[in-house]
């Protein structure tokens, strides 16, 4: 077999074919080095049985040639320039058997996505495929990733997805090697996550009376009359964390705060600043009500972060930090008297101050804060990490100030775009034009940044905000191929990307999405 007959995304690092092929049958086994690794190794079986029909047994015997072995090995040298996270791999294929090493669990997991991808495309397969010969061509993969964050991020608020869409998106976005999950649990539109100390967010929080057809910009705005809801409740939150964890998938919640909080003071209205009677909003865009800064609130806050946090093992909590206007501020006398209290000269250095609250409180819980890149104004807390979606800038900013960074900017990783033209005959979408040649050419370290701050640049991350992504399908349909483009992106060096041979990969890639059921848009032929 040529190495080009080996279509992988996204590309490793080192690959050599050789003549000949390792053949899986009922009688192979998954051979174990350590029982640390069993977890790996039943997550290895449920992906090859589902298609095969064969229940490999797991074991720690010795191999014989038919059977795949999984090994822990200190003794193999990384030069991983992220020793804390190593997802280095060894992938050798050959008349001995199938082996497949690595200094960490982390490894051995990003190996087995790129396992699957070795046997025909039906391994994919939802259901058991008869007269398939389930054989891995004879190679060699030596692999590491680019950068430590790779991930994707999802708004529930606007619309909901449930536990079992969920637990799929994170096989999905594992089979490509990316390792963090970003959910948008809160918005003006909806609180989704269960808070058992304040169980009106979601008893009213979750629920609003309609829901905006058209676009925001339309008008006049037409609506459908009819509720909507939906939240997590702190089992389901448990159940998606396990099945991510499985999957060495990091899941990062957001609690977005002080802006985009209607839907929390729909629920609790001394959160706010005003004495109107609010419901959570049924439109998008962006909202005017605003937390104000009363120590009951800083608590009511931190109470919530807690629970989070007891959720959710990330390094990462995210506290948003976008888009909070403050004309509320501006115009409320409580606010006005509490920034003279505080000692505070304008809105940003208040913004910056609540941002600085929540930040002690994370700490203090041996975690980081992350936001989005408003944080810096006024004043960024000492530890925290931006995500920079308002183009580049703000992550340069802070890198330059030693923060950690996550590029997020909408000019290319926007997945809430549209993605092919003519976008007339594409389902709505907020704007924008994020083809995925223009994803495969994104680069996260900006040229202009100083070399001795590109360690700063964690990674990047793909956005799919569900204003307009009503369900699954639509879901597949706005994330993916997008979603495999970045992931190159992120895994591949630069010198070692090539969009030409990429769109070629891609065409037998979709084959395997075809098997899965991703209703995918078909943007590679174009």
Known sequence: MKINDIKIVPKPRVMET????????????????DEKIVPLA????????????????????KSKANDIVLSLDKRLKTDSVFPDIDESYKLMVEQGGLHLNSNTLNGLCRGIQTLRQLFP?????LTTMENITWKVPFCYIE????????????????????VETICRFIDLIALHRLNVLHLHLTDDQGWRIEIKKYPKLTEIGSKRSCTLTVHERSRPRKYDNTPYGGFFTQIDIKKIVEYASKRYITIVPEVDMPGHMQAAISAYPELGCTDMKLQPRCHWGISQHILNVNESTIEFMKNIIDEIIDLFPSKYIHIGGDEATMYQWSESH??????IELGIKNEDELQSWFITQMNKHIISRGRCLIGWDEILEGGLSDGAA????RGEEGGIIAAQQKHDVVMTPGSHVYFDHYQKEPVSDEPLAIGGLTTLEKVYSYEPVPEILESDKHR??????GQLWAEYIHNRDHLDYMAFPRTCALSEVLWCKPADKNYEEFVLRMKHHLKRFD????????????
């Open 386 to 389: 931006v995500m920079s979606w």
């Open 18 to 33: 050789h003549a000949g092929a390792f053949i899986l049958s009922n009688k192979s086994r998954i051979i174990i080095s």
């Open 456 to 461: 700063y640049i964690m990674g990047s991350q």
């Open 143 to 162: 692999d590491k990733p680019e950068f430590k964050w790779r991930g994707m991020h999802l708004d529930v608020s606007r619309h909901f997805f449930d």
């Open 334 to 339: 409580n606010i006005q008297n509490r920034m």
């Open 42 to 61: 039943e997550l290895l079986r449920e992906y090859l049985t589902k298609a095969t029909g064969y229940e490999l047994a797991i074991s720690q015997l």
């Open 121 to 125: 495309v039906e391994i994919f397969s």
């Open 515 to 526: 098997n899965i059921g991703v209703k995918y848009c078909k943007s590679v032929n174009q």
